[in-house]
């Protein structure tokens, strides 16, 4: 592990847009290997975009996104090898539903190993019963609760040990015990692991208890408002009252 | 609320100076005869010297959303004559649902306001379609691409997964495939035997089951048959993975979707249907045998004889060949809608439609094509 400076991912003046329509415009931040990134926000403001752009899976209009001081876009010729450290658990786990839930874990496995079947079968093993999952390998997803498939993504993000973890959306649907349950896991992760970890959500409750960091994207301005640890940001007189508001529940612009 | 007693819902305008008060009486629930709200809004919109409108609803029996409705489209007539309304007589619960439904400003997009004239629709249209084919384009190069690297073996597909598409596309259609040419063969026969018998020519409905089965009617049929089956499945499916995020997650693992999802339907397609092909003309041609041996007066010898005389090999690969294009046309079609699908349910649905509305458009535009150069080339 290198003792460098250089920030994980950096973003420099991204502008997303959907044709002529921008949905975000010059974003400009860092995440620090080891951190815990939430990008937070109303709905529709452009979080789960930001998330597929700094996944690969869209163009950005304008801007650039850097891994480890390297630039991340599809024609770029690091683009296989950097996205090969990604795991991307999405909104509703997005398992291959012609698959059972071992064959998903174990499909990013064949892929890009070389482990003999038998190995490959015990990461699978391994990885389901630290989403809880031991024993139901040979379910196929439509026989699961929807936070089983969840927990099943997370099993698959985590197949090849990645080095940052995509969640959007983690406790959308999923109840408050399992919510916290999923938001522990996340921490475990982060410190075993000592993986990088970007978080869309719009959950109050899991943004204090596990981000380091919170980006606040604003529909209005259709930019960023900022980005520090959210409970320092309660205490801060220069935040913006959008995003007072936003951590409150709007219970700041009550009392005033 | 909650009153037994069913009158009349009734309004009446007391005008006093400046000021208007509506009065509201009866029950304005759902269902239940009421005056209309546009004589209403109309009736305030002829007042003048009104500077002031109040609502009485103190004779109001029963009511849900419906009276709601009625003030609300009352207050705006009044708003836009610049008329003051005033909703402080009203009861608390009515107040604060017309409060609440007059919060927020009604959205008018952009797209709405504009009304575009016929040139700039019919230029829209135009960049929406060149759209459309610069896609298929990226779609079409992306496959040529990846077809290479199915030859050399760098794409992963399952044998499992590929097997179960081979039994998907092949033997679960044979079924659908032989009972319908095997109508065909017997509907063309039937048509043949009425009319050659005319010219005590009954022998030669061999040949005309024969030729028409062979060179076309066995390829589109099945061709069509195999779009509304399985073209439209390819599309369901993979438009229903793509609106699941599954071929999102697909991608970020750096797997093709093309070469995952794609390649190997469009290979098992075209394996399938030379198969299907040649059943297709098996029971078209059993279809006329039927016909032949029992309302002609033909033997199963003579008829078998005939079509040996009458179809050539050329007639029966050329036949053949077609049906290749054709399951490309098809499983092309199916994956290109399915890949290209919107990200809501709706959408899956149309997907599947103009998947087959695709192939079967392009297996009859092929099939002409075909006629004319076969004719020129004169097999």
Same mark, same amino acid.
């Given at each position: 592990?290198?003792? $460098?400076?250089?920030?994980?991912?950096?973003?420099r003046?991204?502008t997303?847009?959907?044709?002529?329509f921008?949905?975000?415009? $010059?974003? !400009?931040?860092?995440i620090?290997k080891?951190?815990?990134?939430v990008?937070m926000?109303?709905?529709g403001?452009g979080?789960s975009?930001?998330?597929k752009?700094l996944v690969?899976?869209?163009v950005?209009h304008s801007?650039e996104?850097?891994?480890?001081?390297k630039?991340?876009?599809?024609d770029a010729?690091?683009?296989?090898?950097?996205?090969?450290?990604?795991g991307?658990?999405?909104?509703?786990?997005?398992?291959?539903?012609?698959?059972? #839930?071992?064959? $998903?874990?174990a499909?990013?496995?064949?892929?890009?190993?070389? &482990?003999p079947a038998?190995?490959?079968?015990?990461?699978? !093993?391994?990885?389901?019963?630290?989403?809880?999952?031991?024993g139901?390998?040979?379910?196929?997803?439509s026989e &699961?609760s929807?936070?089983m498939r969840?927990?099943?993504?997370?099993?698959?993000a985590?197949?090849l040990?990645?080095?940052?973890?995509?969640f959007?959306?983690?406790?959308?649907?999923l109840?408050?015990?399992?919510s916290?349950?999923?938001?522990?896991?996340?921490?475990?992760l982060?410190?075993?692991?000592?993986?990088?970890?970007v978080?869309?959500t719009?959950? #109050?409750?899991s943004?204090?208890?596990?981000?380091d960091?919170?980006?606040?994207l604003?529909? +209005?301005?259709?930019?960023?408002?900022?980005?520090e640890?959210p409970?320092a940001? #309660?205490?801060?007189?220069?935040?913006?009252?959008?995003?007072? +508001?936003? #951590?409150t529940?709007?219970?700041?612009?009550?009392?005033? | 609320?909650g009153s037994e007693s069913?009158?009349?819902?009734?309004?009446?305008?007391?005008?006093?100076?400046?000021s208007?008060?509506?009065v509201l009486?009866?029950?304005?629930i759902v269902?239940?005869?009421? *005056?209309?709200?546009?004589?209403?809004?109309?009736?305030? =919109?002829?007042i003048s010297?009104v500077?002031?409108?109040?609502f009485?609803l103190?004779?109001?029996?029963d009511?849900d959303?419906?009276?709601l409705v009625?003030?609300r =489209?009352c207050?705006?007539?009044?708003?836009?004559?610049?008329?003051t309304v005033?909703t402080?007589?009203? *009861?608390?619960g009515?107040?604060n649902?017309?409060t609440?439904?007059l919060?927020?400003?009604?959205?008018?997009s952009?797209?709405?306001d504009s009304?575009?004239?016929?040139?700039?629709?019919?230029?829209?249209q135009?960049l929406?379609?060149?759209?459309?084919l610069?896609?298929?384009?990226?779609f079409?190069?992306?496959?040529v691409i990846?077809?290479?690297?199915?030859?050399?073996?760098?794409?992963r597909?399952k044998?499992r997964?590929?097997?179960?598409?081979l039994?998907e596309t092949?033997?679960r259609?044979?079924p659908?495939?032989?009972?319908l040419?095997g109508?065909?063969g017997?509907?063309i026969?039937?048509?043949g035997?009425?009319?050659?018998?005319k010219f005590?020519?009954?022998?030669?409905?061999?040949?005309?089951?024969?030729?028409?089965?062979?060179?076309?009617?066995?390829?589109?049929?099945t061709?069509?048959?195999m779009?509304?089956?399985t073209?439209?499945?390819?599309?369901a499916q993979?438009?229903?993975?793509?609106?699941?995020e599954?071929?999102?997650?697909?991608?970020?693992?750096?797997?093709s *979707?093309?070469?995952?999802?794609?390649?190997?339907?469009?290979?098992?397609?075209?394996?399938?249907? *030379?198969l299907?092909?040649?059943?297709?003309?098996?029971?078209?041609?059993?279809?006329?045998?039927?016909?032949a041996?029992?309302?002609?007066?033909i033997?199963g010898?003579?008829y078998?004889?005939?079509? =040996?005389?009458?179809?050539?090999l050329s007639?029966f690969?050329?036949?053949?060949?077609?049906?290749c294009?054709?399951?490309l046309?098809?499983a092309?079609?199916?994956c290109?809608?399915?890949?290209n699908?919107g990200r809501?349910a709706a959408?899956?649905?149309?997907?599947a439609?103009s998947a087959?509305?695709?192939?079967?458009?392009w297996?009859?535009?092929?099939?002409?094509?075909?006629?004319?150069?076969f004719?020129?080339?004169?097999?």
């Amino acid at each position: 592990m290198s003792m $460098n400076q250089e920030p994980k991912i950096a973003v420099r003046d991204l502008t997303m847009a959907y044709g002529d329509f921008v949905v975000m415009r $010059n974003l !400009d931040f860092e995440i620090k290997k080891g951190e815990i990134q939430v990008i937070m926000g109303g709905s529709g403001c452009g979080k789960s975009t930001l998330l597929k752009h700094l996944v690969g899976l869209v163009v950005s209009h304008s801007g650039e996104i850097f891994y480890d001081g390297k630039r991340f876009a599809p024609d770029a010729s690091d683009f296989d090898s950097i996205s090969r450290q990604f795991g991307v658990l999405f909104q509703a786990g997005a398992l291959w539903s012609s698959m059972t #839930l071992q064959e $998903n874990v174990a499909f990013p496995l064949e892929q890009y190993t070389d &482990l003999p079947a038998r190995e490959i079968a015990e990461l699978v !093993d391994l990885k389901l019963s630290l989403v809880g999952l031991a024993g139901f390998g040979h379910r196929f997803p439509s026989e &699961l609760s929807g936070g089983m498939r969840k927990r099943a993504g997370l099993a698959r993000a985590m197949a090849l040990d990645p080095e940052v973890l995509f969640f959007d959306e983690p406790s959308a649907g999923l109840d408050p015990l399992s919510s916290v349950r999923l938001d522990d896991l996340i921490l475990e992760l982060r410190d075993a692991l000592g993986a990088t970890v970007v978080v869309v959500t719009h959950e #109050l409750a899991s943004i204090f208890s596990i981000a380091d960091r919170a980006l606040y994207l604003d529909v +209005e301005t259709k930019t960023a408002l900022c980005n520090e640890d959210p409970k320092a940001l #309660l205490d801060d007189p220069s935040t913006d009252p959008k995003v007072i +508001e936003f #951590l409150t529940r709007g219970a700041a612009s009550d009392k005033t | 609320m909650g009153s037994e007693s069913r009158d009349q819902a009734s309004i009446d305008f007391q005008i006093e100076g400046k000021s208007a008060v509506l009065v509201l009486s009866g029950t304005w629930i759902v269902g239940v005869p009421r *005056p209309s709200p546009v004589d209403a809004s109309a009736r305030i =919109k002829s007042i003048s010297g009104v500077e002031k409108l109040s609502f009485d609803l103190r004779a109001i029996s029963d009511w849900d959303s419906i009276l709601l409705v009625f003030l609300r =489209k009352c207050y705006d007539a009044a708003v836009e004559q610049g008329i003051t309304v005033s909703t402080s007589d009203l *009861p608390e619960g009515i107040r604060n649902l017309l409060t609440l439904s007059l919060a927020v400003p009604e959205q008018k997009s952009a797209e709405m306001d504009s009304e575009n004239d016929w040139f700039t629709r019919v230029g829209l249209q135009t960049l929406r379609i060149c759209g459309g084919l610069d896609d298929f384009f990226v779609f079409l190069g992306q496959f040529v691409i990846d077809c290479g690297a199915f030859v050399v073996g760098r794409a992963r597909i399952k044998l499992r997964d590929f097997l179960h598409l081979l039994h998907e596309t092949g033997g679960r259609a044979l079924p659908i495939v032989a009972l319908l040419n095997g109508l065909t063969g017997l509907i063309i026969a039937f048509i043949g035997v009425i009319q050659l018998q005319k010219f005590a020519a009954d022998l030669y409905v061999a040949d005309l089951v024969g030729l028409a089965t062979t060179r076309e009617l066995a390829a589109v049929i099945t061709g069509v048959i195999m779009a509304g089956r399985t073209g439209a499945a390819f599309a369901a499916q993979i438009g229903s993975m793509q609106v699941n995020e599954e071929v999102d997650a697909l991608q970020t693992f750096g797997v093709s *979707p093309m070469q995952f999802l794609v390649l190997p339907r469009v290979y098992a397609l075209l394996l399938m249907m *030379p198969l299907l092909c040649v059943f297709a003309n098996l029971f078209s041609m059993l279809g006329g045998y039927v016909v032949a041996v029992s309302i002609a007066d033909i033997s199963g010898i003579q008829y078998m004889n005939q079509l =040996k005389e009458a179809v050539s090999l050329s007639d029966f690969f050329l036949g053949i060949f077609k049906s290749c294009v054709f399951g490309l046309i098809v499983a092309m079609a199916g994956c290109y809608r399915g890949l290209n699908c919107g990200r809501d349910a709706a959408s899956v649905g149309q997907a599947a439609t103009s998947a087959v509305v695709t192939a079967i458009t392009w297996i009859v535009i092929a099939d002409a094509i075909f006629a004319v150069i076969f004719q020129i080339i004169g097999i």
